[in-house]
């Protein structure tokens, strides 16, 4: 079983005035995810997306808003639900190189995490002839997932682009993301590890506007409501933590 936490607005300085969503299982936090996923250490996940839940996913999109996520799973299990109105869907790519040939393919939007020594003072470079551009939010004041791209909104949120979004390794695990060795999730501890360990443990997926948490019978209810009760023009992040797994 998983449980699904849905907020607005979020306070976390990457997301601030944005929805999210954290997406977790009840034996494990992690197995919504992948179990092969590079960043997971935790021996748990699943090898099949839940097709229930992916589709209340790329439904998901507020009023004139718009809404993205990140997936671990191959785009092969879920790239054909991109589309206009839908919720983008970001491939979280092993590595930069496996990502520059998903965009150079035109798979699908593909992202990736890089060493904290990989940018030596650039804002973008080229790898296999695909351009990779590092997360605004890392170097210019004030732009986080919110107001990133201006109005043609969040960089993330593009379903067409030609370029690789890569975001530098942080976190506590950030010496294990820069390396082969399985682990290094950002979310695995600090504040983003508190909701989503906590997601794991509660009773019934939620909804929580300001008026306090509402339970929901099933995710996809809980995102349907979500959606509803959000402002026009919202930007919502699915899965701050968890992915798209049935767990």
């Known amino acids: 079983m998983s449980i699904l936490k849905c907020t607005y607005p979020s306070t976390a300085d990457k997301t601030a005035g944005c929805a999210v969503t954290y997406r977790a299982g009840r034996a494990s936090k992690y197995d919504t995810c992948p179990s092969n996923c590079p960043l997971n250490a935790s021996g748990c996940g699943t090898q099949q997306v839940d097709p229930e839940y992916l589709e209340a996913v790329s439904r998901a999109v507020p009023r004139q808003g718009r809404a993205l996520t990140y997936s671990h799973f191959p785009p092969e299990q879920w790239a054909h639900l991109n589309g206009p109105?839908?919720?983008?869907?970001?491939?979280?790519?092993?590595?930069?190189?496996?990502?520059?040939?998903?965009?150079?393919?035109?798979?699908?939007?593909?992202?990736?995490?890089?060493?904290?020594?990989?940018?030596?003072?650039?804002?973008?470079?080229?790898?296999?002839?695909?351009?990779?551009?590092?997360?605004?939010?890392?170097?210019?004041?004030?732009?986080?997932?919110?107001?990133?791209?201006?109005?043609?909104?969040?960089?993330?949120?593009?379903?067409?682009?030609?370029?690789?979004?890569?975001?530098?390794?942080?976190?506590?695990?950030?010496?294990?993301?820069?390396?082969?060795?399985?682990?290094?999730?950002?979310?695995?501890?600090?504040?983003?590890?508190?909701?989503?360990?906590k997601t794991s443990t509660a009773e019934a997926s939620t909804v929580n506007t300001g008026g306090g948490c509402v339970p929901c019978d099933t995710e996809a209810e809980a995102l349907e409501r979500f959606v509803e009760q959000l402002p026009r023009g919202t930007v919502l992040r699915h899965h701050i933590a968890g992915d798209m797994g049935k767990a």
């Open 85 to 197: 109105r839908r919720t983008v869907i970001n491939w979280s790519a092993p590595s930069v190189e496996a990502a520059a040939r998903c965009v150079a393919d035109r798979v699908a939007p593909a992202v990736a995490v890089v060493p904290r020594t990989y940018w030596r003072g650039r804002k973008s470079t080229l790898v296999d002839g695909a351009r990779v551009v590092r997360c605004l939010a890392e170097y210019v004041d004030g732009v986080n997932c919110s107001n990133c791209g201006g109005s043609t909104g969040p960089l993330c949120a593009r379903p067409s682009r030609d370029y690789v979004v890569a975001f530098t390794a942080h976190g506590s695990g950030a010496g294990k993301a820069e390396t082969d060795e399985p682990g290094g999730c950002y979310a695995d501890n600090g504040p983003a590890g508190w909701q989503w360990k």
